[in-house]
């Protein structure tokens, strides 16, 4: 008996018109000409004009792709080590610990992340004067939050790779740093980007570690949405979260181009 499609198609149908209605529909809103988000007064880009003129929005915008960025590239750094040791070194003295502490952010709710982390920067700062709540202890606490999602993803690509090929340049005679340089970096190099492409998302998002971390004058971009949640959100929103949305899209496109030209004929 030949089964219809026709419950499986209007099933995905309806699953993917619940996630994506309300991003079309903020990216609709965003060329309304009303101050109120949710009222429809006609086709306009004067939200976008005001967006660059809104410094607080602008500054929110470029700390926290500042604050992504580093955050991205330290978790990738200590992830890719904490993956190699985990997966090659086998047993050494240290790794349960390290493999709990490992998974510990992962599991622990952002509110104890935040709270913690506030409480040892604010022992820190009493005790040596450093560090000052702002960009840099929110990039910390993003760090402790997003390496551990790298070394999962390093791990991974690690145990499905063929690590004879290791064992053999080392035979013949290539050190282990180069060995590292040469072999296992190209091999992992998908995964390094992956793992930097989560972390970067991750430490874009946040709000509840940045908003217990943060100082004055550190407000990243969630923080100022969601304060101006409370008085009501302006179109303004509605653009920045379009333009967003759009550079997602393109971003994700090249790379679904370039994946489909590498991908052999059949």
């Keep these: 008996m030949k089964r219809s499609p ?30 109120v988000a949710t009222v ?23 700390r926290s792709f500042v604050i992504a960025a580093i955050t991205a590239t330290a978790a990738v750094m200590l992830g890719t080590a904490c993956g190699l040791a985990l997966s090659r070194f086998g047993r050494f003295p240290g790794r349960g610990l390290l493999s709990l502490m490992n998974s510990a952010p992962m599991v622990m709710p952002d509110v104890m ?13 009493q005790a040596f004067g ?3 709540r702002g960009m840099v202890t929110i990039t910390l606490a993003h760090i402790t939050l997003t390496a551990c999602y790298v070394t999962v993803v390093v791990r991974s690509r690690m145990a499905g790779m063929d690590d004879s090929l290791e064992e053999a340049a080392m035979d013949l005679g290539a050190r282990p740093w180069r060995v590292f340089f040469v072999i296992t970096l190209p091999l992992i190099a998908p995964a390094l980007l992956a793992g930097w492409l989560l972390a970067f998302t991750l430490s874009l998002d946040d709000l509840v570690i940045a908003s217990f971390t943060s100082g004055p004058g550190s407000s990243t971009l969630p ?12 179109p303004e929103i509605n653009a920045l979260a379009t333009i967003i949305v759009v550079l997602v899209a393109l971003g994700v496109s090249v790379a679904g181009l370039l994946m489909h030209r590498r991908r052999p004929a059949a």
Aim: hydrophobic residues 55%.
């Design 130 to 132: 450093w560090p000052d």
């Design 223 to 234: 923080m100022v949405v969601y304060s101006k949640v409370k008085l009501g959100v302006t």
């Design 40 to 62: 429809w007064g006609g086709f306009s880009t004067r939200w976008y004009v005001a967006l660059l003129e809104n410094q607080q929005l602008l500054d929110a915008v470029q």
């Design 6 to 35: 026709f419950m499986l198609y209007t099933a995905m149908v309806l699953g993917y018109a619940f996630l994506y209605i309300p991003i079309v529909s903020v990216i609709v809103y965003s060329f309304n000409a009303s101050r």
């Design 113 to 125: 992340m935040g709270l913690s982390s506030l409480l040892l920067f604010v022992t820190l700062q």
